[in-house]
Each structure stands twice: as structure tokens, then as C-alpha cells.
């Protein structure tokens, strides 16, 4: 009887080795690299350009501040001679200000343009993840892992470029 069970058990315990064996035998793994689709796309290209004209408008009055305060700085380097104590003051008083205002208008477009510029990576990027999912589905693959991660891989695993002819309407 002992020597029934212990049979049973081996030859159990060896079934499931040998199936474990042919299961992972069969999973198909694929890698895909984000950061090179994001890279390829023409639509990163056409985010970045709608984003500099959605701040043109900023950055001009950035630009138009900054050379307001250089004309003023000249201005009291230029007349600091000539100037009366209580003028020099205004004009320093005025210069302070206005590098005060810019600075902060500076911090606050740069702020608000890295927020926008965040939102719109993330939403590709979003985009970019979906789409591999689907083309790992579509070519039968039961894992993608991020190119970022892997130290080597076949080309045969590579789906970055099948992702790229899909988004970019190639497929």
C-alpha cells in the first residue's frame, strides 16, 4: 500500500512538472519600448506644436517684459549721472517691480506649460499603451513587457514597430 502511494505521488508530482513545462512552453512574450513609439510619432511633433502656439501669447509678453526692464536698466546705468536722488529711486523702485512681475509671470507660465505639456504626453502615452495591447493581442502574445526593462530580446519579440505602423496608420 505504502508503495502504491509513494508511486502515485512521483508520478503525479512528475505530470505536473511536465505540463508545467509544456504550458510555459507555449506562452508567447513580447517587448515594446513607449519611449521609442512616443519618440517615432508624428503626433508628439503636433503636440509640441500646438503647445507653443496655446502659450505664443505668454511668451511674447514674456519677452515684451524682459526687454521693457533692459530698456529701464540701461536707462539707470545710462542717467544714473544726471539723475536726481528721488528719480534714481523711482527708477530703481520700477526696475524691482517689474523683475518682480516678470519673474513670477516667468514661474507661472513655466508651471503652467510643463502641467500642459504633462497632460498631453500622458494621454499619448495612454494612447501608445493601448495600442500595444491590442497588437499583442492581435499577434497572440500572453505578455508584453516594456523594452525599458529588458536587457535582451529576439527581434522576433519587438512589437514597437508594429505599434508605430498602426498609429501611424502603416498597418
Excluded: H
Excluded at 64 to 91: F, G
Excluded at 97 to 114: G, P
Excluded at 131 to 152: C, H, K, M, P, T
Amino acid at each position: 500500500m505504502k508503495a502504491l502511494m509513494k508511486t502515485t505521488v512521483a508520478a503525479a508530482v512528475l505530470a505536473s512538472a511536465v505540463f508545467a513545462n509544456a504550458a510555459e512552453a507555449q506562452q508567447k512574450v513580447g517587448v515594446v519600448s513607449l519611449q521609442n513609439i512616443f519618440q517615432q510619432l508624428p503626433q508628439a511633433q503636433e503636440i509640441s506644436t500646438r503647445l507653443q502656439e496655446e502659450f505664443k501669447d505668454d511668451f511674447a509678453e514674456l519677452d515684451k517684459m524682459t526687454a521693457e526692464l533692459q530698456s529701464l536698466q540701461e536707462k539707470a546705468e545710462r542717467d544714473a549721472q544726471i539723475m536726481s536722488p528721488s528719480e534714481r529711486l523711482e527708477l530703481s523702485r520700477e526696475i524691482e517691480l517689474l523683475e518682480t512681475r516678470r519673474q513670477l509671470k516667468y514661474k507661472a507660465l513655466r508651471e503652467d506649460s510643463e502641467r500642459r505639456q504633462n497632460e498631453e504626453r500622458n494621454r499619448l502615452m495612454m494612447e501608445i499603451a493601448r495600442e500595444a495591447q491590442a497588437v499583442a493581442r492581435d499577434q497572440g502574445f500572453d505578455l508584453v513587457i516594456n523594452g525599458q526593462s529588458v536587457l535582451y530580446a529576439g527581434e522576433n519579440l519587438d512589437l514597437t514597430d508594429a505599434v508605430v505602423a498602426k498609429m501611424t496608420g502603416g498597418n
